[in-house]
């Protein structure tokens, strides 16, 4: 198993600028996350869904959007880029009735 | 609101010494509390979770205690390694709410 794989590794945005940070898991695991972890920082959960078709807000949601059309993908979208938004974004995913999160490698986000 | 502190921020050892890392948490009624690793420019990984009715777990030279009363957890590394060098991090969960993180302590263990 690839585990929880997350592209890109590392882009720089301009302010106002869209993307979409995109993970991805073999495990079949039904609960997925998104967290954001600013520098020296502890993680923020931003989004999350317990299967397919149903996302619920975090933390600090706003700026964010996720969907989850499958079990497997689960992408965050950014719709207006802003320098508050430079972060490391990690995606995560729990097995059902499991507590164990297993965790993406990251993606490094710069908006200048 | 749940708030996780972690301290040291960071913590310098030489090798072989046993060491440890120190979490609290400012609302006991939590549902477990876990112990991560991350490695520079790398994911998390999961080391120890201990459930709410749990005094401690231990898995080889590490051993994370809680008491859920005081809010405070602790994570021991017996015989440390320059291997261990890398940021600890705690989080808590409440019952029916999603992990909250603590800001993590980055170890160094020089040979």
């Known amino acids: 198993n690839a585990g929880v794989t997350q592209t890109p590794k590392f882009r720089i945005l301009k302010i106002g600028q869209s993307m979409t940070l995109q993970c991805a898991q073999d495990?079949?695991?039904?609960?997925m996350y998104w967290y954001r972890q600013d520098p020296g920082m502890g993680l923020k959960l931003i989004y999350y869904s317990v299967g397919a078709g149903i996302t619920d807000k975090g933390e600090v949601p706003n700026g964010y959007n996720v969907s989850r059309s499958t079990t497997e993908d689960f992408p965050l979208r950014l719709e207006l880029a802003a320098p508050s938004q430079t972060s490391v974004y990690f995606c995560a995913s729990t097995p059902l009735g499991m507590e164990t999160q297993y965790f993406g490698p990251g993606t490094r986000l710069l908006v200048l | 609101k749940q708030e996780v502190t972690q301290i040291p921020a960071a913590l310098s050892v030489p090798e072989g010494e046993n060491l440890v890392l120190n979490c609290s948490f400012t609302?006991?009624?939590?549902?477990?509390l876990q112990w991560f690793r991350q490695d520079p420019g790398k994911g998390l990984t999961s080391l120890l979770l201990?459930?709410?009715?749990?005094r401690e777990q231990t898995s080889g030279r590490l051993n994370a205690s809680l008491d859920k009363s005081s809010g405070r957890s602790t994570l021991y590394i017996a015989a440390s390694q320059p291997g261990d060098s890398a940021t600890y991090l705690c989080a808590v969960r409440p019952p029916g709410n999603m992990l909250t993180f603590g800001g993590g302590t980055r170890l160094m263990v020089k040979p």
């Open positions: 201990i459930q709410s009715s749990q």
């Open positions: 495990m079949n695991h039904n609960y």
């Open positions: 609302d006991s009624a939590i549902y477990n």
